[in-house]
């Protein structure tokens, strides 16, 4: 694909950093609109952008690092070698949730109101990702014989193996995350409590990523229950069980407060 856009003298546009840029300005700009009736404005939504930015990366990295801990504990020069690449999106779902619970409480926002604008904001961003992900060849899927499947030739992709179809795993999670984020949309108008859009796009993108991630060609990632599972399904599986049943609970909830 594109792992580089254009260059300008010394300056690059990297494809998958376009697409992260594109993804987390529309993901400010519908946070900045949705958290104006709570009293936040620019300078707000900015710290919380930054705290996420920082939640993302490192929980990111510390989930692609336990893939493959004995790799990196034998070798700790490893550990800052990849610190610019290799995230695993899961650890950074995981760590950015309690993290933003705890912002949103300091800030006297009520969580479960505010996640739901996280929730499409979010999903926002991860969208654009898998996009820049296809850019960049990273995340691809495994050696294709079907008739659905993308061949990627730039030498500086990070597609293995070159000149061969591939499936395009890439493109659909962007698909399922697009359809999280035109469901999120379509429920907002007439949800039902707070905290369902962004239960639904956890939801969503669980049940995607489990069936995609079959597909993947990126092995090296681990796998678990004698190679039952790779990592990121058996996660995917946690997470879809978490909301499902926090989603069952605060339905029940909110029918009896309703119903008082």
Not at 33 to 47: F, I
Not at 223 to 237: D, K, M, P
Request: net charge positive; proline share 4%; charged share 15%.
């Amino acid at each position: 694909m594109y792992p580089e856009i254009f260059s300008l003298g010394p300056f690059t546009v990297q494809g998958y950093g376009l697409m992260i840029f594109i993804g987390v300005m529309l993901a400010y700009a519908y946070m900045l609109g949705s958290l104006k009736k709570h009293g936040l404005k620019s300078d707000g939504v900015s710290e919380m952008f930054l705290w996420c930015f920082a939640s993302v990366v490192i929980g990111g990295k510390i989930f692609y690092w336990l893939e493959d801990p004995t790799r990196y504990f034998s070798n700790p020069g490893l550990l800052f070698k990849s610190i610019g690449n290799g995230f695993v999106f899961y650890g950074s779902f995981l760590l950015t949730v309690p993290v933003l619970i705890y912002w949103f409480k300091k800030k006297s926002i009520d969580p479960w109101v505010a996640f739901d604008y996280a929730g499409i904001a979010g999903a926002l961003v991860h969208a654009f990702g898998k996009l820049g992900c296809l850019l960049a060849g990273c995340c691809h899927g495994k050696v294709s014989t079907g008739p659905i499947s993308i061949v990627f030739t730039n030498p500086n992709c990070h597609a293995s193996p070159l000149d061969t179809p591939l499936y395009p795993t890439q493109l659909w999670d962007a698909m399922i995350l697009f359809m999280a984020i035109g469901l999120m949309m379509f429920m907002k108008r007439k949800k039902w409590m707070d905290g369902q859009l962004f239960l639904t796009y956890g939801i969503v993108y669980a049940i995607g990523r489990f069936f995609t991630e079959k597909y993947r060609g990126d092995e090296e990632r681990g796998f678990v229950l004698n190679g039952l599972l790779s990592h990121s399904q058996a996660i995917a599986i946690a997470v879809l069980s978490v909301c499902v049943f926090v989603f069952i609970l605060r339905y029940h909830k909110t029918r009896i407060q309703n119903a008082v």
